[in-house]
């Protein structure tokens, strides 16, 4: 579960960037999650939860950015959909979200400056007697171990990070705005009172891929974007596997729908029963 940002306390957190960081529960289950939840936040998030939640509730499918990357992951989500449709959920598609894509390139600009910013003040009150006090010290380290912290990668997001000034600069604020307003009032806001939704899902990702420290990550698309930098919440649950390895569809909500998202997200799980033990191999045989 992703939640809302500011649902829960993310005081001892290492920071990213503080318009999107936010901590949540990674479970074996949807109780399992709600459970969790209902410690990080202080509320009781179990009692939402509902074989029958689907009944009625209104889901739209994002299908503009988000599927069509991934024929395995498309497969397995569509079927997911169909579990939605039998178990009583009315599905609207497509309910695309506006804007979609179209503001990859602020949010790079907030999470370099929001980066730099919270990183020192992390610093600053978990560890106010370590060696390393700023990014630039962060940088510094590493450089000075680069063989045993940096074997595989280098750190140039760190050092465009550290070419940004306070959070006080005119660019920074532009970009969070337009983040704000494409991501919020003029993106999801719009696509949930236009069609009336509870919740809209998406593939969660691309299938995982093997490391290939030659070529670097093979990423092809995922959901993800549009609800963390709305700083709205999401949820995902497998949804089925391609070469052993799970594929997820996400549940996303408006601000502070968590307990909607897990009523959802746990009538699916219980109609559909994706979940497989893990078995631990020494690699995957893809």
């Known amino acids: 579960v992703k939640p809302t940002v500011g649902l829960v306390d993310g005081a001892g957190i290492i920071p990213i960037a503080h318009s999107q960081d936010t901590g949540g529960p990674m479970a074996r289950t949807v109780a399992d999650a709600a459970a969790l939840l209902g410690v990080l936040a202080g509320r009781d998030y179990t009692a939402s939860l509902d074989p029958a939640g689907l009944r009625g509730a209104r889901i739209g499918v994002a299908r503009k950015k988000f599927f069509g990357y991934s024929p395995e992951a498309d497969v397995l989500v569509e079927a997911a959909i169909a579990v939605l449709k039998s178990q009583g959920a009315v599905i609207v598609d497509p309910a695309d ?4 894509g179209e503001y990859d390139d602020s949010e790079l600009i907030v999470l370099l ?5 919270d990183l020192a003040a992390y610093l600053a009150t978990w560890a106010p007697g370590a060696r390393v ?10 450089e000075a171990n680069k063989a045993q912290e940096m074997p595989y990668f280098g750190q140039e997001l760190f ?9 006080t600069d005119q660019v920074y604020r532009d970009a969070l705005a337009k983040d704000q307003r494409l991501s919020r009032t003029e ?3 719009v696509v949930f009172a236009q069609n009336n939704l509870d919740a809209i ?3 969660t990702g691309s299938p995982p891929w093997p490391t290939d420290l030659v070529n670097g990550d093979h990423f092809l698309g995922a959901s993800s974007t549009p609800a963390a930098v709305a700083g709205y919440p999401s949820i995902a649950v497998p949804v089925g596997y391609t070469f052993g390895l799970p594929v997820g569809m996400s549940f996303i909500g408006r601000a502070n729908s968590e307990s909607m998202l897990l009523k959802l997200a746990y009538a699916y799980e219980q109609a559909a029963k994706p979940r497989r033990a893990p078995r631990f191999m020494p690699t995957a045989q893809l």
């Open 97 to 100: 979200i506006p804007h979609a």
């Open 113 to 117: 400056y929001e980066l730099k910013a």
């Open 133 to 142: 006090k700023t990014l630039a010290d962060v940088i510094a380290f590493n």
């Open 159 to 167: 050092l465009q990070a550290q070419q940004k000034g306070p959070l």
């Open 187 to 189: 993106g999801l806001d």
């Open 201 to 203: 899902v998406a593939p």
